[in-house]
Each structure stands twice: as structure tokens, then as C-alpha cells.
């Protein structure tokens, strides 16, 4: 049995288990077969078969410790010299890595996935902030190859469900899963799982709250056309009393502020409003969150964010005004990221 297969019965056996208390899932049950069907389809995902087929070829071995608690996502894994030849090379095959990152390995056989992002960084700044998460459920929307997500597990997390449309890093999670072994919880499950879908096309019912104790939504808002969709989208997937947190570009000026970019933004062609925290502040009142707090503002600097041998395309320090770097290509002020943390009542 592949390690995908593997992956895939497990989050079966998780839906199948809530759906138990929970009739909700009942329909994330009913869905699935088509959403992981989907991420598979050649005609749909041209690179789909040999992701898999990279995923497929790593060679089955343990690990003797992970760590999910460190900046890196860590598996001690015992490689011989062939074993590790073949896995790095297999893992560079899905490149670009841009959340991260990931080491593999130990002693002189070790792979390090050195990130576009050092995400452990941004996780640093959300942490403290937030409810605990030990025994929650949590969703993390548009999480990448899942590393926030292994950090959640790592912070006592019962449940974490990450779930992003890419079809590679769907592929990239997968391989991260295989190295990490037996990952179990207090329910004899797997603790994490990855559905690869958008945000948009999971169920939500108005008559009965979500699955969520915990949703993190990091670096999405921006990307989507209606803001205040998205929100609602996000408050529907919480348990009454659920903390939502949420991260993403903003800028400076008061409840009134929001930039439209009129092409694009730090090189991104896909960025629609970037409000101030007041604004955004007025955005999740108004969505009907309560509780709310910005509990971090930070500019987002070239040692977070940069070229890496893992992800060898531009990066930030491409996106920046070479004689002022306070702006982007564009003349816009520099990234600039907000967390806010609000409940849903």
C-alpha cells in the first residue's frame, strides 16, 4: 500500500469518525471521493502522474524520531547512501518548496528543504497569540505543502485538516507524510490530513455550526476577488465559540483604507484589497465575528522571504523597488502582514 493510499484511508476513517456526532461530515464524506479524484486527473493537473509517481518511488522507511516543535519540520530518518541519493533527488523533483521548511535525515545524510518562506517565522508570531490548541480540531485553509499544519500537531492539536487546490503541494504534503511515519493521536488516527480543495468548496450548512474549534487562514484573503465571502466562508467551517486566525497583507490609514491594486502587487496578478487593520477590523464586525484583536504587524523582510536552492524562481528582493526598497516594482508600500484573532459567537 503507497503512503498516499495510506494518507487517504486515514482521512476517511477521521470523517467517518466525527461523522459519527457530527452530520456535517457527512457531506465532507459524500464530497471526498470526487475532490481527491480530481487532484489526480491528468487532463486536469498535467504534472498529477508524476508527482505521484515521485511520492510513490520514495523508499519505505521509518523514522526513528520526528519532531513537529522546531523551526524545521523534522523526521531522524537512518538513509543509506542510496536511500538518501534517491529521496533527495526525488524530493528536488517537486520543486518549487515554498512553505518550509523540512529536514530529513540525520548525521551526513541529511535533506534539508530549505523554503521560500521561512514559515517558522511567522508561526513564532502567531503562537503566543492564540487559544491553545491541545485537542482541537483545527482547519488550516490554503496551507500549502502543510508545514503549519505539522507545527499545529507539534502544538497539541487533536485534528488538523489542511486544505489548498495545488496539485503539487498536495504531492509535497504527501511526501513530508511519508517520512514522518505512524504520526498518531489519543484516538489511534492520524492526526493530520490533506484534503486538496479551496476554501469555497467545502460544505456549510447555516442550520448547524462547523467541524473547527480552530481555523487559521494565512496568506489567502488578499487573494480572493470577495473579501467578505471568503469570511463568511471561514466563520461557517467554526464551532460556536471557534477562534479564527487570520494573517494577510494590509496597509497603513484608518477604517476608510483599502488599496485596489490596479495590475499587480509585489509581482502578483491575483491581489485584489488590502485594507488597513481598522479597515479589516470593520471587515470581521461586520462579518459577524466577535472577540477581535490584532495581535501582530510585521514588514515582511528578504531573511522570511528569498530564493532558496529549493525554490530557485524571483522572490521578495525581486518584488522591490531596487532604489527604495520601502515599496514594490509597482511604487505600492512594501508587504506588510497583520494577524487578527476573532471568535465566532
Known amino acids: 500500500m503507497t503512503s498516499i493510499v495510506r494518507s487517504e484511508q486515514a482521512l476517511y476513517q477521521t470523517l467517518f469518525a466525527l461523522a459519527q456526532h457530527y452530520p456535517i461530515a457527512y457531506e465532507w464524506l459524500k464530497r471526498l471521493p470526487d475532490w481527491l479524484t480530481a487532484v489526480k486527473n491528468k487532463d486536469r493537473y498535467a504534472h498529477a502522474p508524476f508527482y505521484q509517481s515521485v511520492v510513490d518511488k520514495l523508499p519505505p522507511i521509518a523514522p526513528t524520531a520526528v519532531y513537529l516543535d522546531e523551526a524545521c519540520v523534522r523526521a531522524e530518518v537512518a538513509f543509506d547512501d542510496s536511500e538518501y541519493r534517491r529521496s533527495r533527488a526525488l524530493l528536488a523533483n517537486l520543486m518549487p518548496w515554498r512553505k518550509g521548511g523540512f ?44 508545514y503549519h499544519g505539522f507545527r499545529m500537531v507539534g502544538a497539541g492539536a487533536s485534528t488538523v485538516v489542511v486544505i489548498d487546490p495545488s496539485c503539487l503541494f498536495y504531492h509535497q504534503f504527501m511526501a513530508i507524510r511519508h517520512f514522518l511515519g505512524e504520526l498518531g493521536n489519543r484516538f489511534g ?19 448547524q455550526a462547523g467541524l473547527f474549534h480552530t481555523v487559521f487562514c494565512m496568506g489567502v484573503l488578499y487573494h480572493r476577488a470577495s473579501p467578505f465571502e471568503c469570511l463568511a466562508q471561514l466563520k461557517a467551517q467554526l464551532a460556536h465559540g471557534g477562534e479564527l486566525v487570520l494573517e494577510t497583507l494590509v496597509v497603513a490609514g484608518d477604517e476608510n483604507t483599502v488599496l485596489v491594486p490596479q495590475d499587480r502587487y509585489a509581482m502578483m496578478n491575483n491581489v485584489y484589497f488590502l485594507p488597513s487593520v481598522a479597515a479589516l477590523t470593520v471587515w470581521l464586525k461586520k462579518a459577524g ?24 524562481y524571483h522572490s521578495l528582493g525581486d518584488f522591490l523597488d531596487s532604489d527604495d526598497n520601502s515599496k514594490t516594482v509597482e511604487g505600492y508600500p512594501r508587504p506588510m502582514r497583520a494577524v487578527m484573532v476573532c471568535k465566532r459567537p
Do not use: Y
Not at 133 to 145: A, I, K, N
Not at 293 to 312: F, L
Open 289 to 312: 465575528f466577535v472577540d477581535i484583536r490584532c495581535v501582530d504587524v510585521n514588514i515582511t523582510t528578504t531573511d522570511e522571504q528569498r530564493a532558496t536552492d529549493w525554490m530557485t
Open 103 to 146: 529536514i530529513i535525515g540525520r548525521d551526513d545524510r541529511t535533506i534539508h528543504i530549505d523554503t521560500e518562506w521561512r514559515s517558522d517565522l511567522k508561526w513564532e508570531r502567531v503562537l503566543p497569540h492564540i487559544s491553545d490548541l491541545t485537542g482541537r480540531r483545527v482547519l488550516d485553509v490554503g496551507g500549502g505543502s502543510g
Open 189 to 207: 488516527q492520524s492526526p493530520i490530513h490533506f484534503i486538496p480543495v479551496g476554501l469555497e468548496e467545502l460544505p456549510q450548512d447555516t442550520r
